[in-house]
């Protein structure tokens, strides 16, 4: 066998590793164009291609002085958001994404993050399928599932939110028809309302769908809101910091057993190194 093949063979046994696809971390000062598309709609159907004063998303502080990504849009405007992954998403795989934010306001029909489908929508009146957004409706979060675009937005879950207070989410996202779904908050594992379990059976996939983040719809009124970190990647530990997983923000000091720090999945305390316990599926500080 020539070398090359014997590498490509030997590279093939590997066990498959966590791939970070995004890492943003504002903090950082990374280039928000990391995290994908600009997508800026002024009334609906005016779509512009470059930030404006009255429509942005840019790097800037939040209202704390802490660094963030800044989406900023006027009364009546109906979009300010990223568009991830464009192109890169598949079915029969397992995407996990950490979202870490705050709000200047909390409107209804304000939505955060979208996981939207860019197929198998409604062709005559342009039906959009979202199978998984992040909405406000009587002031509070709800993670929202739509099997298809017949169906409703439905809540799986619900949570009162406050402004000016930073929130991490995950949401571990596995495409399929049914694929199935799961979800952080500020670092816990959360039961659905409607599974009353920590998985949702769910249509993730009904076409090609990608991740949003920033503000949509909620047009009453003017929007503000911050973003901090966006990791996107195919293994938990990929999404530490954002998901607020691990504690202190994932800079777990004294952890030398690699694969089983501050993230890592675990059945067990056993399955965490050192002082870390194993909460709610994860290694986490005690
Ligand atoms: C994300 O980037 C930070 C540096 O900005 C690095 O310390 C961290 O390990 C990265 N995380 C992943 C999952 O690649």
Redesign the pocket.
């Known amino acids: 066998m020539h070398l090359h093949h014997l590498l490509y063979a030997l590279a093939a046994l590997q066990p498959v590793t ?1 791939t ?1 696809l995004i ?1 943003f ?1 504002a903090a ?1 000062g990374d280039n928000p164009s990391t995290l994908g598309i600009l997508n800026l709609e002024e009334a609906r159907g005016d779509k512009i291609s470059s930030n404006t004063a009255d429509l942005y998303a840019k790097l800037g502080t939040d209202p704390n002085s802490t660094p963030a990504l800044h989406y900023h849009r006027k009364e009546g405007y109906i979009r300010a958001e990223y568009h991830a992954l464009h192109g890169q998403t598949a079915e029969d795989e397992t995407y996990y994404i950490g979202y870490k934010f705050s709000l200047g306001t909390i409107e209804q029909s304000l939505m955060i993050f979208q996981f939207k489908a860019y197929a198998g929508n409604d062709a005559t009146d342009n039906g959009a399928n979202i199978p998984l957004s992040l909405e406000f409706k009587s002031g509070q979060l709800h993670l929202q599932y739509q099997a298809d675009y017949t169906a409703k937005r439905e809540p799986q879950w619900s949570k009162t939110l406050s402004t000016g207070t930073v929130y991490s989410v995950g949401i571990v996202i596995h495409t399929g028809k049914p694929g199935w779904v799961e979800f952080y908050f500020d670092g816990e594992k959360q039961t659905f309302s409607t599974s009353r379990s920590t998985r949702l059976e769910a249509n993730t996939w009904t076409g090609q769908t990608e991740p949003k983040f920033g503000a949509y719809r909620g047009e009453e009124v003017e929007i503000d809101t911050y973003v901090y970190d966006v ?1 996107i ?1 195919t293994e938990l ?2 999404i530490v910091v954002a998901a607020g997983l691990g504690g202190s923000g994932g800079s777990s000091s004294s952890c030398e057993w690699e694969g089983h720090c501050a993230g890592a999945s675990c059945s067990t305390l056993n399955d965490c190194s050192g002082d870390l316990v194993c909460k709610s599926g994860v290694c986490a500080s005690p």
């Open positions: 966590a970070s890492n971390s950082n990791q990647g530990s990929d």
